[in-house]
């Protein structure tokens, strides 16, 4: 099976703006999560997403929004970026075939965002 | 609070010796428990995974985890180290709680990067 994908893997945007990353789950895989990674407070929960409804969200701003499609591919955007918003974005899916499964997660290699 | 502690930020280790990764959680419900590893630049590949029954667990690349529900421990190990291995480890903690408010978080610990010397 092909693994976890996200597009773009780099992108520079000027802060004010804003920005959308996309990610595409492991075939059958459901569930799909974010995190925001940093060299200053590491891995941090974003949201997470399971047949198009958002089921947690992690303690971010609202500029922060995602959403899931029918095909379980997720988007994540980030409006009116600043320069803190710096950092590798990664996207992780998961089976979640029984509750806990949701936790067994598989990584894509991230999306390395700068703002400038 | 829930929190994952990895007491150390970088381990140096030589080419064939024995390895230990330390990880301690503390969580109010039964936790899930995971490892992760990641190479500069990259995401994150899933080494092993703790949810019940056996407290020793084997995963990929030789390196096997023992849950220690009384130390609130889950440490990494591997008996012979190569170079390969250098990288950054994660320990990270996934709960269940009553109305499904946890699905799919992990909390991550801070990291050890581990360095191989030949």
């Known amino acids: 099976k092909a693994g976890v994908t996200q597009t773009p893997r780099y992108l520079i945007k000027t802060r004010g703006q804003q920005v959308t990353l996309s990610c595409s789950p492991i075939?059958?895989?459901?569930?799909v999560s974010w995190y925001q990674q940093t060299p200053g407070q590491g891995l941090q929960f974003l949201f997470e997403y399971f047949s198009e409804t958002q089921r947690n969200k992690g303690n971010f701003p609202g500029r922060f929004s995602g959403r899931q499609f029918s095909n379980s591919r997720s988007e994540m955007n980030v409006s009116t970026l600043e320069l803190g918003d710096s950092a590798l974005y990664l996207c992780?899916?998961?089976?979640?075939?029984?509750?806990?499964?949701?936790?067994?997660?598989?990584f894509g290699p991230g999306t390395r965002l700068t703002v400038t | 609070a829930q929190s994952v502690t990895q007491p150390d930020i970088h381990i140096t280790v030589s080419e064939g010796a024995s390895l230990e990764l330390r990880c301690n959680y503390s969580y109010g419900a039964t936790p899930y428990l995971f490892w992760y590893v990641q190479s500069p630049g990259q995401g994150l590949q899933l080494l092993l995974k703790y949810f019940s029954g056996d407290t020793l667990v084997q995963g990929i690349k030789g390196f096997e985890a023992e849950f220690k529900r009384s130390q609130s421990s889950f440490n990494l190990r591997k008996p012979s180290v190569h170079w390969s291995d250098a990288a950054e480890y994660f320990c990270a903690v996934g709960a269940l709680y009553a109305g499904g408010t946890s699905y799919g978080k992990l909390t991550f610990g801070q990291g050890t990067i581990l360095t191989v010397h030949p």
């Open positions: 992780a899916s998961s089976p979640d075939l029984q509750a806990l499964s949701s936790y067994e997660q598989y």
């Open positions: 075939s059958g895989h459901r569930s």
